[in-house]
């Protein structure tokens, strides 16, 4: 359709000229001189193969068919008007505006609680979190860091790395002391499992057989299908948890939970932030990003709500 159209800038003119009543005046407000106003409109009426302005009246007027491109166009430039608008406000949005993606436990129990930190420094970036139960959400959408754990080889962002896991059996001080574990001896406590589809989250089953300590043999095992409601287990003293550092580093850097052994296992998966390719320049963005990457200290760094670090 496009290529029966004359060529856009003769339909502004046409406006103008409407819009002014003259062709003095419409080349006045364009800033060009009125021959050229003038030839113009003769290429636009050419190009429709109709006389848009009848030149015979004093002053002069519209044809029926000048009467008809004038509502089509100013219908057209004003909608395109109203969408440069809009497309202007979306940008100066998103400009201060930052949407991450992740699973539910890291944004429960990693991201979420450290976001004070963030808008203690940047209160002018606006932090939007939304979650999967996949440990790798995509960039679709508005998304601009997706969090994801993995090995790293993803082709769709810019990846950036942020945590090497680290997995350890974990549970309340006290039922540490009740229990009186060694390593051997840990398939036989009452294990909470957390059933989840994603082979690169260990759970037990596998944990013990990577460090040869058996399979899970106690009656007691509680299961749940994500991360936050073991650890809740975990913390009411139901049973003793698969630790993830990410998700349960900051309970143990407050005392809440303690590792009952010294069993601790490394996976080949890490986590990584990985930017969208058109939002990797942007400045709120960037700073999120740096924000996060500097968050990759040891458990000790990694607290929960009402804790700051240094206290």
């Not at 848009?52 to 007027?61: D, H």
């Not at 100013?74 to 992740?102: F, K, M, P, W, Y």
């Not at 420094?121 to 993995?150: C, K, L, M």
């Not at 997995?167 to 957390?194: G, K, Q, S, W």
Request: hydrophobic fraction near 40%; aromatic fraction near 6%.
């Amino acid at each position: 359709m496009s290529r029966h159209l004359p060529p856009l800038r003769l339909f502004g003119v046409f406006e103008t000229i409407c819009r002014t009543d003259n062709l003095r005046a419409a080349a006045t407000a364009l800033n060009v001189s009125q021959p050229a106003v003038s030839q113009s409109l003769r290429q636009l009426e050419d190009h429709i193969g109709a006389r848009l302005i009848n030149r015979n009246t004093r002053p002069a007027s519209l044809t029926a068919e000048g009467e008809i491109l004038l509502r089509a166009t100013e219908d057209g430039l004003g909608r395109i008007s109203g969408a440069v608008d809009e497309i202007r406000r979306h940008q100066a949005q998103r400009g201060s505006n930052v949407t991450v993606a992740c699973s539910v436990g890291v944004a429960t129990l990693w991201l979420m609680p450290h976001l004070e930190s963030f808008y203690c420094d940047h209160p002018d970036v606006q932090v939007n979190v939304i979650t999967s139960e996949s440990g790798a959400p995509t960039i679709a959408g508005d998304v601009d860091i997706a969090i994801r754990f993995g090995d790293g080889k993803w082709s769709d962002g810019t990846v950036t790395p942020l945590l090497e896991e680290r997995i350890e059996p974990v549970c309340t001080p006290e039922l540490a002391e009740r229990l009186t574990l060694t390593p051997e001896r840990l398939h036989a406590a009452p294990l909470i499992h957390v059933d989840v589809k994603d082979p690169r989250w260990l759970g037990w089953t596998d944990y013990l057989a990577a460090l040869g300590l058996g399979r899970p043999t106690h009656p007691v095992q509680l299961r749940f299908s994500n991360y936050v409601q073991a650890t809740q287990a975990a913390l009411a003293g139901r049973g003793v948890a698969l630790g993830w550092r990410t998700i349960t580093g900051g309970y143990v850097s407050e005392g809440r939970l303690v590792a009952p052994v010294e069993a601790t296992l490394t996976p080949p998966s890490s986590f990584y932030a990985v930017t969208a390719f058109d939002r990797a320049e942007d400045a709120a963005t960037r700073r999120l990003l740096d924000w996060l990457a500097s968050l990759s200290g040891g458990p000790s760094d990694i607290r929960h709500p009402g804790r700051r670090a240094g206290t």
